[in-house]
C-alpha cells in the first residue's frame, strides 16, 4: 500500500512540474483572454484620444478560396481571431462585410459566418451583407436576389454593402452610379429592412450620389475612397444623409495591400510627427465643419490576411487614436464612435 501511495504522489509531481501535460482549463482561458487585452497606447505621441473606437470599414474574408490569394476565413483565420485583434487594439465595434456570393451553389457557409458573429459577438461586429453580382462588371445582385437573401436570414444583415462603383476591367466604364436602375430597385428592400447602404464610389459620380441621396432620405448612405473625398464636404452641405468614412491616413495613402508586409507597414506608420501633419492638413478643417457626418474606419481584411494581424491592428487604432486627439474635443468622440453608434441603434451595440 505504502508503495502504491509513493507511486501515486511521484506521478502527480510529474504532471504538475510539466506544463505541457497539466493545464488547468480556467487557466488555459485566462492565457488566452490576456492575449486579447489592450495593453494601452504606445506613448508615440503626448496627446491621444483615448475613449471608445467604432471602425466603419471591415472586411471578414469569405469562407470559400476565390484563388486569388486573398485571405479565407477559417483557413487564414477565423472568426475569434479577428475578434481577439478588434479587442486587442481597443475598438469596440466594426462595420464588418460579410460576402455572399450568389454563383455559390451552398450560401450556408457564408451564412454561417454572420450568424456565428449574431450569436458569439453580437456588440463586436456590425453586420453588412456584401454580395458581388454573379454577372461579370455588375457590382452587386439584383434586388429579387437581395430579396432572397434577407429573407433566408431574417435580422441577420444591419447594413448592405460595400458595394464598389470605381472602374475595374470587369467594369471598365464606370456604368453603375449610385443611381443606376439596378440600385433605383434595390433602396426599396433595403428601406424595407431598414439597413444602411455602403459605397465606395467611382470618378465623376458626385452627381449621380446627390440623386440617390435626395431620392432616399429615409436611407443612410455611407462612402469612402479618393474618388469622392476632395468633394465630400460639399455633399454634406446639402444632405444629411451621408456619411464618409476617413481610413486613408497615414499621410492620406492607402497601404492595406498585398503589396505590404506587416512589418513594412507598420515601418511606414512610425513617423507619426510627419504622417500627422499631412493627415491634419488633409482632413481636420472638414471634419470639424461637419461634425456629425464623418467616422473613423480602417478598410482591412479584403485583400491581405496580414492586415488583420492583432500588432498591425494596433498599429491602426494607436495612430487613430494620435489623430483625432488633434482635433477639436467637441469632435473627438463623434469622429471616434458617436456618428457610427448613432446609425446603428445604440441599445443594440453597446450596453447602458
Known sequence: MRRYVLFVIFIFTLLVSNSSLFIPV?????????KC????????????YTGRLIDTHLHIPPPTDSGNENPVLRKDMNLDDIACTLQY?????????FPVYVNDADYEPFYKAADN????YPKRFVRFINPPGGTSGVPTVTAKEL?????DRPGLFQGYGEIGLYVTPENPENVFPPDAQIFQKI????????????????????DHLATA?????????????EQVEKEIGTLMDSYTNIYFTVNDLYGDQYLLHQGETKESF??????YETLLAQDIATWKDVIEAHPNQFMWGTDRGGIAAWTLHKDVGLGIADYGRAFIAQLDPAVQEKFAYKNAQRLINGTILFEK
Open 266 to 271: 507598420l515601418e511606414k506608420i512610425d513617423d
Open 26 to 34: 480556467q487557466a488555459g482561458k485566462e492565457v488566452i483572454k490576456s
Open 187 to 206: 433602396y426599396p428592400v433595403v428601406r424595407k429592412h431598414k439597413m444602411l447602404v455602403y459605397f465606395h464610389p467611382g470618378e465623376d459620380q458626385l
Open 37 to 48: 487585452q489592450y495593453p494601452g497606447t504606445k506613448g508615440k505621441v503626448e496627446q491621444y
Open 147 to 151: 430579396k432572397r437573401f434577407l429573407k
Open 213 to 225: 441621396l435626395a431620392q432616399n432620405p429615409d436611407i443612410n448612405f455611407v462612402v469612402h475612397g
Open 89 to 97: 487594439e481597443g475598438t469596440r465595434s466594426a462595420f464588418s462585410f
Open 117 to 120: 458573429a449574431k450569436k458569439k
